[in-house]
Every structure is written in C-alpha cells, then in structure tokens.
C-alpha cells in the first residue's frame, strides 16, 4: 500500500477539483472516516463549500489555483471531468498524486478517445467517426445507415451536446459547419436500437483492488438521468456479470484509481453497448448512500487513498433513486414545507437535497426508497421527488416531465 500525508490531525486530506453535489457527498463521507475533503470551488455558494471548511476558490482550468488545492494533499481526485489535460500534465510531472490520473480521465473526458481505445480492446461500442465536415455525417449515414448520433467530443453532459440525425434528409451541414467554426470537436456513432440503459459502477485503487456493485438501470429523461434501479429489474446473474466484468477489464486496463461508471445500452437480444464512461461518483449510483454496504463516496475515498475497498453489496432486495429536478415554476410552498409534507407521507424515504436553486430540469437533490417490491417502491420515490420538485403529488415522472419518459431514440 501507499503512505499517504496526513492533515494535523493525523488524517488525510483529500482535495477534488469542483464544488458540485458529488463533491458534497464526497465531504459528507470524509468527515464519517476522520478525513478532510479540500474543495476546488468557483464560489463559496458552491454545494460543497457550504458544507467543508476547507474550500480554495478558483477554475478547474487554473494551474496555480489546483497546486494551491493539491498542496498537503494525500491525493487530488475529482468531481468533474472539466479540467484541461495542459492543465494536468504539469502537475502530473510534478508528482502530485492525481486519481485518476490524465492518461486514464482523458477516456472520459474525450468521447472519440474513448471510443478508439475501447474498440482496440475488442469491446462493444457503436460504429464511430471523427466529423472534420459535414461530407463525413453524410458518408457515414449512408454507409452504416440512419439514424445516426453526432456528438461533441468533450465537454456534453446530461442530454447536452447530443444531436440526433433521423434520416438523410436531416441535412448536417449548417449544423456542423457552426459547430465546428465555434471550435467544437464532433464525432458521428451510429444510433444503437437499445430496449433500456443499464450502468456499472467500480472502484479501483493503486494496489490493483477493485469492486463492483450491482449493475442498475437508469431512466433518461431529456438527455439527464431521472431514475435509478437497483439491481437492474430482469438481468440475468449471467448477463449482469458480464457487465461487471467488462467494466472491471475498462477500469484495469486504462489504470483507472477511484470510482469509474460505465454507462450502456441494453439491446433486443439481450447485448449491451458502451456508451459512456465516467470517472468520478456518479449519478447511477446515489442509490449507494443508503442501499449498499459501503457508498461509493466512501469508496471512492478509500480507493483514492490505496485503503482497502468496502463490501458493495446491496442491504436490500430493491433500491430506487429518483432525482428532484428543478420544476418549470417555483412551488409557493418553501423546500422546508415540502419535506414536512413529504416525510409525514413516506418516513421510510431519504432525502439528500444540495443547496442548489430550483432552475428548471436542474438536479437539486435525489431521493432514495428501499424495500422488496420494486412496482411500489418505484412509485414512493417518484412521489416524493415529484412532490419535492414540484409541491404536488403528481403520478410519478409521466406527470412531472409533461407525459413523456421516452429517449428521443426510441422515436427513430
């Protein structure tokens, strides 16, 4: 194992790059291990900087603002993939322990990275090409089919930086021409016919130890995950371990340290599809919180660290996170009259909130319901999160997502 540099009080310090939800979560579970969670911040509002008093404010692209972060530091992780690998690098060189490191979270922060080295690797991914012009959205539709996804390389999240072209007469070129004149890296894949979106979530740490939990199905909705169940509903031990064991070989092979998820597509014959990877905790796998042994805020600590990794199994047959998004208009009723409200009706629900503004579609908190039956304990975590959102008891996401819970590919 690693020695690793300890605060005053014999403890480590843990700094991560962003003051968002994740990072959060991060410090609520370092001050559980006797740990400090040093934050990267834009601004003293930032959810993390409200609840850590150790918080060095600055842009994930300053290098000075990151080695005044990394400074007495065990490790350097983050919440985030937006810091700039020229940004990276130097600090690399200099030795400060990044996890994980720029040669691994450049897979994650570059889509066609991603993409490359996955195929080398024999793994399933979509047909992909690099888009340098409009002639190569056209060529590739017409020689691997339509409808095709174009993608931004770098820096598209939750829905954003996702364009679906349905045919070909879904003309590319004044698209892609402002695209790329704005300085837009692009990359067209294939749209894959998938039945459902599944993600798996590990953990790895220097010495080579690593974990998975269950492999969970995520609902998108308008691009952002709104619900998680865990463990997927009707995938096969068979099936689900293989997922495992395909994003265990991910996390080896690109030297991932902390948490890594992968996030596919499920298709009709029972294959999936690597979509995404993230480097960081994750939206699939809030669940953890309260529905596994150990969370993956906790692992991702440990991992970063080199401790030994916690069990990952589940204390219940079924979990369901359900994510409270910002409603189109402010409730009249405070956040505070809303908990009141939503605890008299489920007491069994948890309710993680992130001192974020309610901005329309925005993630400010997530529930989390437990039990045996995932039909009802699906419904109660939707209600509360709708009724959060939005101060009604609305029927589940249909409701608070005007009618639709469809991913725009399933139209295609």
Not at 7 to 31: D, E, H, I
Not at 198 to 218: D, F, M
Not at 317 to 331: I, Y
Request: hydrophobic content about 45%; proline content about 7%; aromatic content about 4%.
């Amino acid at each position: 194992m690693e020695r690793v540099e300890t605060s005053n009080s014999g403890m480590p310090v843990v700094g991560m790059v962003g003051g968002g939800q994740l990072a959060r979560m991060t410090a609520q579970a370092a001050v559980a291990l006797g740990q400090t969670l040093r934050v990267l911040a834009a601004a003293d509002t930032d959810p993390a900087a409200r609840v850590t008093p150790d918080v060095v404010l600055g842009n994930p692209d300053d290098g000075a603002a990151l080695r005044e972060l990394a400074t007495g530091c065990s490790a350097v992780t983050f919440d985030h993939e937006g810091v700039p690998q020229e940004v990276l690098a130097p600090l690399a060189e200099a030795g400060i322990p990044l996890r994980p490191p720029p040669s691994a979270l450049v897979h994650a922060q570059d889509k066609l990275v991603m993409r490359r080295r996955l195929a080398g690797m024999g793994l399933p991914v979509p047909a992909f090409a690099e888009v340098t012009g409009p002639a190569d959205v056209t060529a590739f539709g017409d020689a691997h089919g339509w409808p095709v996804v174009l993608k931004a390389t770098r820096g598209g999240y939750d829905g954003r930086g996702v364009w679906f072209l349905k045919e070909a007469g879904d003309d590319p070129a004044a698209l892609v021409t402002e695209l790329l004149a704005a300085g837009t890296p692009l990359l067209v894949e294939s749209a894959v016919p998938m039945v459902r979106e599944l993600a798996a979530s590990v953990a790895r740490s220097p010495y080579g130890q690593a974990a998975a939990w269950p492999v969970v199905e995520t609902l998108q909705v308008d691009g952002q995950c709104a619900r998680v169940t865990a463990p997927a509903p009707g995938l096969s031990d068979d099936a689900a371990g293989h997922v495992q064991e395909l994003a265990l070989r991910i996390a080896a092979e690109l030297r991932v340290i902390g948490l890594m998820t992968v996030e596919l597509f499920e298709t009709a014959d029972g294959g999936v599809v690597v979509n995404e990877l993230a480097m960081r905790p994750h939206n699939s796998g809030h669940w953890t919180i309260e529905g596994s042994v150990t969370s993956q805020f906790e692992q991702h600590l440990r991992a970063v660290l080199d401790y030994p990794l916690g069990a990952t199994a589940p204390v219940a047959p079924v979990a369901v996170m359900a994510n409270v998004l910002g409603a189109s208009a402010e409730p009249a009723m405070t956040m505070d009259e809303r908990l009141h409200h939503c605890f008299a009706r489920f007491p069994d629900a948890k309710v993680h909130l992130y001192a974020k503004d309610g901005r329309p579609a925005r993630k400010i908190g997530h529930v989390t319901v437990l039990g045996s039956s995932q039909e009802a304990v699906r419904e109660r975590a939707e209600l509360a999160a709708t009724w959060l959102a939005t101060a009604t008891w609305a029927d589940g996401w249909s409701a608070h997502t005007g009618g639709t819970t469809d991913d725009p590919r399933e139209d295609s």
